[in-house]
């Protein structure tokens, strides 16, 4: 060992000796020592001897290495400004296509700590969370690693609540938590969890104020949405360390802030999912981005649903927004409705797609020639003509001779 | 190998446009011409297919006119259904892919078994695929071949992990992207059967040590998943492909090195540039005889390509083609340059011109010595001697293909090597090419990897990874924080992606963009390495992009860009650049009274000082321009010959002729020992100093050797006896050093005596850049030159014990 260290310090270590920058190479003295005096301070810290972690922490133990920790909470309480028990009504059809509205008890809410945010297989999940709603309660188990060869019976266990069946609901999962599950089972050699359906929720709130707010971060989202504030919470980025230093050191004296902030992040879960259902079911009402839920639900072939989320918030649509509204209603036949919106995008803005629209239904659905040839003389006017506009001039013209005449002083001057 | 003829035998006439040139040339400029050579055509070595060989495969190579195969793809099919791993070596265009296409594609649509590819670069990469997409289409066979690099977009992805029966990647890609994540690529992983590295040449010194780690890693993680694939592997010709295969894959490998493939007639010219002053020993440049030589050769119609030694020496000659060549900006151009730097558009469209012989001559850098395919040329001209026999010939390769006769140059430069092959040729024509040297044990290198491989698979005890002892490196990193040992097991703990943080091809990370700013806006124009932005990118450094002229106006060093403007600049900027060693530890010592030779560990920093403005055409220096940048600073191995104070104080008057001994015999001795190493003088870097840094030598403004501080004040005053030391270090040129100092040390005698003989043998009077470099303006003063001070350092060098003294 103590040939190879020293190779190896003499290529690395020495550098900074070797150039004679003493600063330098008392900076990097100062940093050991530091290192060390940290390193002592760790060791002489509360400690808890690991035998007894369960009843510190309020847990029990499934094997050596893993420590369960199980909580039941009543529904009748809050999270933030939200009532948990508005869960037992939230329609899940309308974040999952093919979900029976009533599918609340196959909700598992699932969230993980992990040792490091870059994935690949060595990053570790050390804190696994998994919440279930079961006769009016709210079932919250936190699977906690306390070494490494107590992930076997860590997924062992979860997989009891992930199966076939299961709804997974998730911020951020389908990215990052289930792509290393999967990873860390694969690299145990058991069969990785099988997911059918899964609710990003990092996604639809994304859907709903990506434009409205600075950051989707789940501490941004419960503050802005649930009224939830956390009070002395670990912050995120602290978590790898705070495991780190008990599995290396012992030091277990910020476990308990570990596992409440990691509680908060799965009971959220769940008040999230109840309150972006109401805004789903009324963006309006929600500030939320009609639009962009409504272009969910288009890409997901339920027009329907668009359609009522446009309706409901017209009076605050953008252009792209009463667009797609106008389209939805020309699908199904709905023309008054279509062309009110057009006309009235028209008029207002000149909106050259809303133009065009009014002159396509005026020359095909209504075989009005003149007014389709009006329209295409207002889209001409502000633009230079395109090929499509000016195919389209000579389409009506030869459709309606009297136009002939318009045409012919239109082309010259555009030329 | 072919005849080597006496310089005055003309060519035998044939009515080839090719020998037309010949001829030409030997006409005007038969003093250049030193000598030549002839390597006859061959007619190829066939095959039949197969037996086995599947029928799709068959009718597709059918449609392809392939009727027959080379008996080198009949070997490869032979041996890899052996069950060998198997090393083809075999020149450019002799229809290597087949080599692995075949056994590949078998494998593919009969066992649904996977296989990747690697190549060092990706453009190499889509060459690769698009060959197995059109065996596809003429088979019908549905066989999936996909690149997976940095360009595959987010969505294909994970398409290619699950279903990609040939998978196209490279090293870095490897590296970086699909080891750390092997999970995703399990089944991949499960059912790989073939990896085929092309290019094998390619990976030697640190990337060559960096990719034998990332195979040491790979095996790994199949063995994992329960698979052991099978190597097939390609090579330029190079001394060892075998042995590098071998040690590349840790395993033993099978090489074939017999070509199947028919070649026409190939002639070679050696050319020394005319002597215009006889007095200093100066040759005209190799550029202008470059130049005239591929005039005469576009005139007669044929494809040419130039390989210059220097991405500058490019932009120079490009500029001056051009000038001649594509003076009427309405015409298609016939001149374009190609080079690394580049961006990949541009580089891509300069190959499909030279696929579709619309452009008529390329002059390149050693980017395309690789297999990228640019169709077939004429004529090949070396602007100067490429450093290794391996280098040449597979350049020299690139003209010539199957039926017609082609012609090689090489021009010598005034670099010694240059004139040592130019004037001794047969020493070229019977040298075998070089070996190709790896050293996946090299401390570093090797401890990044096991960083890596411990983020993909926790290490058990008992498990190997290399040749040093693995539990030494685990408990290392576990000191570092980066492992967790738990029982026989010690698994990643950091919040850390390893991969990242390790370049395969250097030590020092990150690539300089280039950003045109002419006009406002921001265009990204160019790339450039990390080793050479300190020599290229400097504030007031003309960058040229196909001889186009651009001044670097701000250098972001922390952000890695260069901003430049266009420029209609006359000149170009060559940097000027100094060296600083300190030694750290002495491993080896020979020693003898007022001398020694030592081998140890230095701490060397180089300093960019300033640049030079080199007037086009003209060649006259018209100024100078300061640099401030940081110091390029590396740790490596070195080999040092030093003499006393006393010792030199009785064969020279002042010290500055002493000094100029030593800057001339380090010249002479960097050039022997890069020859004696079988490697490229770019891999050692020389300095004359002494060893606690405090002073080293250069050259003053009056050409004359003197003692400097790092700051680049005289230290003349400041140097006291006890410190006046000189040494003459060769050092390896990379950070750790990749092996080279210990076979230099074992040389140490032949170094100094052959550098001796090379000085003495020099037919100039005073000193030249033939023997003991140009930097020295060499006095006229007859007893104490430049040349005789160094022949009076080589001597006192060499005078040791008879029984020590050994001359090779």
Redesign the interface.
Known sequence: ?S???N??H???G??TA???LVTADSAGLRQRIQRIAQRARLINGPRVRNKALDQFLGGQWLSEYCLLIERRLPLGRLHGDVQLKDIQSVDLSLFAEDLPPAAIERLVFMDTET????????T?VFLLGLGRVEAGEFILRQYLLT???GESTLYQHAAAWLDEDSILVSFNGKSFDL?LL??RQ??LRLVPTAIKTHIDLLHHTRRAYALRWRDCSLKSTERKLLAFNRHDDLPSAEA??VW?EF??FGNSSRLSALLQHHYWDVLSLLALLVRLHAVFNDPQRHNANAHAIARYYVKGKRGDLALEKLQGSQAVLDVAGKLELARLYRARGQWPKAIAIWQELADTQGCQTSLENLAKYHEHVAKDYDRAMEFTKRMQLQHSPSIGVQQRMQRLSRKNVSSWNDLKLLLSASA | MGQLHPRKQTPPQAPSAVESVIAQLAGESADCITSTLEIPATSGAYSPFPAGLDERLLAALRLRGIDQLYSHQAEAWRLVHEGRHVVVVTPTASGKTLCYNLPVMQAVIRDSAKALYLFPTKALSQDQVAEVLELNRLSGLQIKAHTFDGDTPGDARKAVRLHGDIVVSNPDMLHQGILPHHTKWAQFFQSLRYVVIDELHIYRGVFGSHMANTVRRLLRICRFYGSNPQFILCSATIANPQELASRLIGQQVAAISRSGAPRGRKHLLFWNPPVVNADLGIRASARSQSNRIIKRAMRQGLKCIVFAQTRLAVEVITKYLKDYFDKDPRKPERVRAYRGGYLPGERRGTEQQLRSGTLDCVVTTSALELGVDIGALDVCVLNGYPGTVAATWQRLGRAGRRHRPSLGVLVASSQPLDQFIVRAPEFFCDASPESAHIDPDQLLILLDHVRCAAFELPFTRGESFGGEHLEDFLDYLQEEGLLHREGDTWHWMADAYPANAVSLRSVANGNFVVIDISGGGQTVIAEVDYGSAALTLYEGAIYMIQAQPWQVERLDWEGRKAFVTRTRADYYTDAIDYTRLKILDRFDADSQPGRSTVRGEVHVVRRVSGYKKIRYYSHENIGYGKVELPDHEMHTTAVWWQLDAPLLDQHFTHRWQALDGFLGAAYAMHHIAALLLMSETHDLGRAVGNGDATWFATVDSNGRGSLRSFDGDTADSTVTDSHFVPALFLYDNYPGGVGLSAPLYDFRHQVVERARQLVQGCACLHGCPACVGPILHSSRDADQNAKQAALLILSLLQQQKETDYVIN
């Open positions: 060992m040939s190879i260290r190779r190896l003499n290529l690395q020495n550098n070797a150039t004679g040792s490091g945010l870059s994935g690949g297989s060595g570790l070494g490494y060869a792509p999967e990873t694969r690299l790898p360390r780190q599995v290396r």
